[in-house]
């Protein structure tokens, strides 16, 4: 017997009295008719796997045991209990994340239908309520069941090439695109609540949500305009207290409270590195003309101006964010959802994944639109910590309706979710979709879907409905937030392409370019570009045995979902480090040129500022454990990437300039706004440690600034292999290392006399411990980490000149002594 319940939750405002109910539901087995406790969110897939009805899929090929799952119909029940008291207020039924497609029914009676996982649904239920024990059921249909006989109203057949369905369907459904499959996804076409279903019941009116908006902003004054969302229309008059701006009273109109304020002499908020992230906090009062008090809480807010450049110079058309009237280089990675099934993302999850990108020197991120937008946690964070956000609409790689019925269900979504983003002072841009232009035109849709003319035009007729006009029509009646139709601006494959716009670079995975092209090959705004990896031992152990751990076993063909497949990595990995057989230094070679591609690309980058005003690599996190381009796998296990970009984004850094291997030049780069005297001194030493050459300069460094150090020192060793440690203090005064590595003629790793490394502490109880590494000769990338568990250090995958060093690590997991290993070449 499976029981299903709910929470109560008491809220009391004055003379009103709310009450919050989340639900507890079950799931019906289709063919059994068997239930299954669902909990208070998640999908049937979660629920069969919680009853054992089906294995985790992500382990071995079990993804393959979950596809029968779309052929069905599934039946969730809950259930609630009002008094008859409760039957005198307002009641509705509050479904956050629906997915997708389902039919509501309260105590036998339909209630409504959804159709848009990324619309907040709300229903005033009180003519279908009763005293006592009410039944809801919800009844999901799977994406091609219920689009399947939809398809012809659209009148062509739309591309959608990672759906790897049978019958496509991707483009029709407001659902997360990932799901479909994708080329670093397995397919799971979830149905369920991402997030808990309420029933809330309440006295007087209630707000729903709360809006902001910065209309204008001078260093005098900001003008602001700030929105209460009704839950009813009402004709009263509402006080509205505010402890910045005092009391005023207000009649809503269309369900919305409005005011406008202006903020003497504002405090700006800025990007991580430009200044202070400055949020204003206020306390706010509503209540009606009875003095009922419907709304009290804190709010919080930021003051900008942002500003797109996009304008023709020397080099063709420019793509540059401004804050509060200065550029910035924008530095960072693409985001895409952290699971596979989105009610398992806890809040804690999202913010940690921001304190990471602050921590490795990110000031934006881009939420790519395969996915879904981003939760308030997610943005809260990025508020406070100065991250910009660059959000995609929830559009990718596939072309889409423009119907009417299309266009109204989108119009829903972007009503909701605009305002709401908007409201946040890290919003800084919003693209409408991901590589749908680019895809129509470069990608060969009109011959593999056998599109005529007539098809290209009703297509091209969509594009111009959602993307050029829907969209940006409603972004002007919220937000002065800038708007682009699409990213990438220019294609990849034509020197001309590079200097117009943003530019997702693929010449290296989806092409022939060599590794060095990542910095020879730069476009205007770098927004995608990167290099797959394996992940490290003990994430392939949570899915994989030894047996499967070569690149043509068949686990391992399954789980690369790029169609280039796993040779890729291994031509790269080969080309730089040689063959290996053994399949777990394999794998840290596929780090180490993952690494090595993102490296040469970034720094290429900021060393071409202003040319170039950002870098962002593809791609931050995982859904699942498997081969990508990420720099954190899908447990959070820091790849070589994340170490490299951490030190090659800092504000302030000198890093390696490759335009070819072995002819590397080292540059000194700052973004910080304010100018200083910066000390560098460079030692240069033979492998064995012997000491060739010291230099020092004083380097004045400006706003934006790179500039090459040492030429002519270093000049004089450009025909021997040689490492040249650089230290030096940025702004801060903090003092600073780098280590690189000279060969001027490239040649696979030899074999390097193996050094003494030893736990010298573990303490399980602080999840600290100390490493100690005693080499005879120049260690490459020594990269220390353990069989299970995690390991998080300040460097790895570090250069480790002759002699003994202590490196303190940080580790997650009931590790000992033995859990350890290390690589190095």
């Keep these: 017997m ?38 208070e969110k998640g999908s049937v897939q979660e629920a069969l796997i919680a009853a054992k009805q089906l294995p985790d899929p992500f382990v071995g090929m079990n993804e393959d045991k979950f596809t029968w799952i779309e052929n069905h119909q599934w039946i969730l029940e809950s259930e609630f209990v009002l008094s008859e008291s409760d039957l005198k207020n307002f009641v509705d039924l509050d479904f956050p994340s629906v997915d997708t497609y389902a039919s509501i029914f309260l105590n036998g009676n339909f209630v409504a239908e959804t159709n848009n996982a990324f619309v907040h649904y709300r229903f005033d239920v009180q003519d279908k309520i009763i005293a006592g024990t009410n039944k809801l059921k919800v009844v999901f249909t799977p994406p091609i069941m219920y689009q399947k006989p939809r398809l012809t109203k659209v009148g062509v057949t739309l591309p959608a090439p990672n759906d790897v369905g049978k019958t496509k369907v991707a483009p029709h459904c407001r659902k997360p695109q990932y799901q479909f499959g994708w080329d670093w996804s397995l397919r799971m076409l979830t149905m369920g609540f991402n997030e808990p279903v309420r029933v809330s019941i309440y006295s007087s009116n209630k707000v729903l949500s709360n809006y902001s908006n910065t209309l204008e902003v001078s260093a005098e004054k900001a003008i602001s305009e700030f929105t209460l969302l009704l839950a009813k229309e009402s004709s009263e008059s509402f006080t509205w207290k505010s402890t910045l701006f005092g009391d005023q009273i207000l009649k809503s109109e269309n369900k919305q409270l409005k005011r406008t304020e202006s903020i003497s002499n504002p405090k700006l908020w800025w990007p991580r590195g430009q200044g202070e992230a400055y949020l204003y906090t206020d306390h706010w009062i509503l209540q009606n003309e009875k003095g009922v008090v419907i709304l009290e809480k804190d709010v919080r807010f930021g003051v900008k101006k942002v500003e797109l450049i996009q304008e023709k110079d020397q080099w063709g058309r420019s793509f540059q964010i401004k804050v509060n009237g200065r550029p910035v280089f924008c530095k960072g990675a693409d985001y895409i959802p952290d699971d596979i099934f989105p009610a398992r993302i806890t809040d804690e999850k999202l913010r940690n994944s921001v304190q990471t990108m602050l921590d490795c020197n990110f000031n934006m991120v881009r939420i790519w639109g395969g996915g879904f937008y981003p939760r308030e946690s997610f943005l809260e964070a990025c508020d406070e910590g100065g991250l910009m956000v660059w959000e995609d609409f929830m559009f990718a790689c596939a072309m889409y309706p423009g119907t009417d019925e299309f266009l109204a269900n989108v119009k829903t979504e972007l009503e909701q979710q605009i305002p709401r983003l908007a409201s946040h002072a890290s919003l800084t841009l919003f693209n409408g979709n991901n590589e749908v232009d680019v895809a129509w035109k470069n990608w060969g849709f009109q011959k593999d879907y056998n599109l005529s003319k007539k098809d290209e035009v009703l297509i091209n007729s969509f594009y111009q409905k959602l993307f050029k006009e829907l969209i940006p029509q409603t972004l002007k009646t919220f937000t002065k937030i800038p708007y682009e139709h699409t990213s990438p601006l220019s294609n990849w494959g034509n020197d001309l392409f590079y200097n117009d716009g943003t530019q997702h670079y693929w010449g290296v995975w989806h092409g022939s370019d060599p590794i060095e092209d990542f910095g020879r090959k730069s476009g205007r705004f770098n927004a995608e570009y990167g290099f797959q990896s394996f992940p490290e031992l003990a994430t392939l152990s949570s899915f994989s045995k030894p047996d499967d751990w070569a690149l043509d076993s068949p686990l391992m063909k399954l789980r690369q979902k790029s169609y280039v497949g796993n040779n890729m990595i291994a031509k790269h990995s080969d080309l730089l480090y040689g063959k290996t057989a053994d399949f777990q230094r394999f794998v840290y070679f596929s780090q180490l040129t993952q690494a090595k591609a993102v490296g040469i690309a970034v720094i290429a980058h900021r060393t071409t500022f202003p040319r170039c005003a950002g870098t962002l690599y593809w791609q931050f996190n995982d859904c699942w454990p498997a081969p990508t381009w990420s720099s954190i796998d899908y447990y959070g296990r820091w790849k070589a990437l994340q170490y490299q970009v951490r030190n090659d984004f800092k504000d302030v850094t000198i890093a390696e300039r490759i335009d070819t291997l072995g002819k590397e030049k080292y540059v000194l780069i700052s973004d910080i706004p304010t100018g200083f005297l910066c000390e560098i001194e460079a030692e240069v030493t033979d492998f064995k440690g012997k000491l060739l050459g010291s230099f020092t300069c004083h380097q004045s460094v400006a706003y934006p600034h790179s500039v090459e150090l040492f030429p002519q020192e270093l000049k004089a060793f450009k025909e021997q292999d040689f490492a040249v440690k650089f230290t030096w203090k940025d702004e801060t005064g903090k003092t600073c290392e780098r280590l690189f590595i000279h060969e001027p003629v490239h040649k696979s790793p030899s074999a390097v006399p193996e050094p003494v490394v030893t736990i010298e502490s573990l303490d399980l109880s602080t999840g600290k411990g100390v490493v100690m590494v005693e080499n005879q000769i ?13 390991v998080l250090m300040e460097q790895n995958f570090v250069h480790l000149l002759p002699g003994k060093h202590r490196i303190e690590f940080e580790f997650e997991g009931k590790l000992n002594k033995d859990s350890f290993f290390w690589f190095y070449h």
């Design 2 to 39: 499976v029981r299903i319940g709910f929470v109560a939750i008491l809220i009391f405002l004055a003379n009103q009295v709310m009450a919050q109910m989340s639900l507890s539901w079950k799931v019906q087995h289709p063919v059994s008719k068997n239930w299954m406790k669902l909990g």
């Design 778 to 790: 120049l260690l490459q990338d020594f990269w220390f980490t353990s069989k299970d568990g995690k």
